[in-house]
């Protein structure tokens, strides 16, 4: 059964395009935008009842929330990606959840205050701000990144994959990166990677 996956590139979908597109497993790829009640059809409402994109379909199995389908499909296709021991599924899973609750809202503030929005809606006291309240936890992952070159160990995996798409949004700010060298490099890495361009290259067109 292929796997389909709803969601345009330049949504949370990305993340798990992303997944994907490393792990090099056929998909079926349903560029579904959230705009315009485009998710709120009782077609879409049935995958997702909160009608937020992406969704996965593996055959009966449906995930929603982009993180808990970057964790399925590495528990489902193994690999590389996914922890090879419970050791790294803690470190995973516990990375997964804190980039969640510890950096996206401030990344996404900086993306938005700093690039997204009209020039004439932003509010750079906002952006000032979540910069401010960003620092600490990069802080915390930079000491991380200098006791292991990747999130959950010596190789690339889910982990990076979760992190790096959120934390992609605050090269927004430049210089808050750039304070951040391991973090910083790591972030380059992740983000050069051929899937992870891909996907760029899809968002774009």
């Known amino acids: ?3 389909r996956i709803h969601g345009i590139a330049s949504s949370r979908a990305a993340r798990a395009l992303w997944m994907l597109e490393e792990l090099g497993v056929p998909y079926e790829h349903v560029p579904q935008t959230y705009q315009g009640g485009a998710t709120r059809t009782p077609e879409f409402l049935r995958l997702n ?5 992406p ?6 199995i449906v995930v929603w929330e982009s993180m808990a389908i970057n964790l399925y499909l590495a528990r489902r296709f ?7 021991d419970l050791a790294e599924e803690a470190q995973v899973l516990r990375w997964s959840f804190w980039v969640m609750t510890e950096c996206e809202k401030d990344a996404l503030t900086i993306l938005f205050h700093r690039l ?3 020039a004439e809606r932003r509010n750079p006291a906002l952006a000032d701000q979540a910069e401010r309240s960003l620092a600490g936890p990069l802080r915390v992952l930079d ?4 006791q292991q070159p990747w999130v959950a160990g010596s190789r690339f995996t889910v ?9 992609a949004w605050a090269k927004a700010a430049p210089a808050l990166i750039a304070a951040h060298p391991r973090v910083a490099g790591w972030l380059a890495a992740c983000l050069d990677r051929p899937a992870q361009r891909k996907v760029q290259a899809m968002s774009r067109g």
């Open 1 to 3: 059964m292929t796997l």
């Open 49 to 53: 009842p909160n009608g937020h994109i």
């Open 55 to 60: 969704v996965l379909e593996d055959g009966a």
């Open 78 to 84: 193994g690999g590389s990606l996914a922890p090879a």
């Open 116 to 118: 997204i929005m009209p």
């Open 143 to 146: 000491a991380h990144l200098a």
């Open 159 to 167: 982990a990076d994959i979760n992190l790096a798409s959120v934390l």
